[in-house]
């Protein structure tokens, strides 16, 4: 009764995990929220009742047409040129993600994706029949494999700027190596990119997308980690070949998304309101990930490794002792301790003992504890 493709439909582990983490008295480290403290403060009474009014109403597939606007000036400020009429507006980042699978993945398409790669994007991938090949990029990008497998491929899924789960944020130079290789094959490249600006110690690299001459491309971000995930916005930017199939997708889809959400961002992009609210949160995240860095070197260090992440919200952290990190997490969670086993961001299914660890929901005082209480459970492991 149910399509063929239901059978390749997994579940977000991250989501049932989230719903364990939610239980009083749990630590987690597993999910990617924002600190609640820095979820954005809105009034809603502020805005003027016949705008809000109006928002109500049926609107344009492609978004807001001011919002499209601010968003392109934004992205044009970094060194992507685009024009308003690229950019597509989405109920967050996720539905770019499920949009772009639509357009470019029949059953066996083969897509390249990050080894380890944001595991909601392999859920969609997967979803719609995808041959998944591997691109490794936890100890840097593999050149060499992206050469070998760019000419089999049709897309490559990337997320270069504080990856997650890997919190690696591709070079200058990386990206100018694989925009090149990109367009010796005309391989489209899908960039996604929620993370650019939770920048802890220097500002991020220009998108890759922007080193592109030819090759066909769609660029995302979002406003989940920036301002707040339940508004459900996020945007993407499309090579002019690609929108008007992206904007068919789209009304398929939904017809169009929120517009109280779009206008709430609109007067916070318009007012100039968005760097300064980052600029104020960004202390308390450089904070947390420090608080959670001091913690791995106390606790950790007979056990794992890790890099600093510079920015994004995780550490990817590669266990010397642990070969099923799956069942660490179950020891974890009847610990009370949430974490990401690795083998889930694994487009290979292989497991190579890393763990995803989130430092922004918890404060620094849980951080210690939750720490403590992980090299407790290797311990008893
Ligand atoms: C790499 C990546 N892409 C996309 C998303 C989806 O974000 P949203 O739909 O909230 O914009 C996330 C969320 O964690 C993510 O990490």
Known sequence: MLARRIERLTSSLVRDILAVAQQPGVISFAG????????????????????????????????????????????QAIGLDCSAAQVLILNGSQQGIDLVSKLMIDEGTPVLVEEPAYLAALQSFRLLGADLRTLPIADGVDLKALAERLPEVTMAYLTPTFQ??????????????????????????????????????????????????SAPWVYQGSFSKTLAPGLRLGYLIAHPDLMPHLVRLKQAADLHSNRLSQLIVTQILANDQLDPHLAAVLPLYRQRRDAMANALATHLSPY?????????????VKLNTVDDTLALMRAALAQKLAIMPGVAFM???????????????????????????????????
Not at 353 to 373: D, K, M, T, V, Y
Request: hydrophobic share 40%; proline share 7%.
């Open 32 to 75: 990617g929220l924002p600190a609640s403290e820095a979820l954005l403060s809105l009034d809603l009474a502020a805005l003027p009742a016949d705008v809000v009014k109006s928002a109500l109403q049926y609107g344009p597939s492609e978004g807001e047409t001011q919002l499209r606007e601010l968003i392109a000036q934004r992205m």
């Open 347 to 381: 487009a290979s299914n292989q497991d190579d003992g890393a763990i995803r660890l989130n430092f922004s929901h918890a404060n620094p005082e849980q951080i210690q504890i939750g720490i403590a209480r992980l090299a407790q459970i290797l311990r008893d492991f």
């Open 304 to 316: 794992a490794t890790w890099s600093l992440p510079s920015g994004g919200l995780f550490f990817w």
């Open 164 to 213: 997650n789960p890997s919190g690696y944020c591709y070079s200058q130079a990386e990206r100018q190596a694989v925009a090149a290789l990109l367009d010796t094959h005309g391989t489209c490249l899908f960039e996604d990119d929620p993370y650019r600006e939770l920048a802890y110690d220097t500002p991020a690299p220009a998108p890759l997308v922007s080193h592109l001459t």
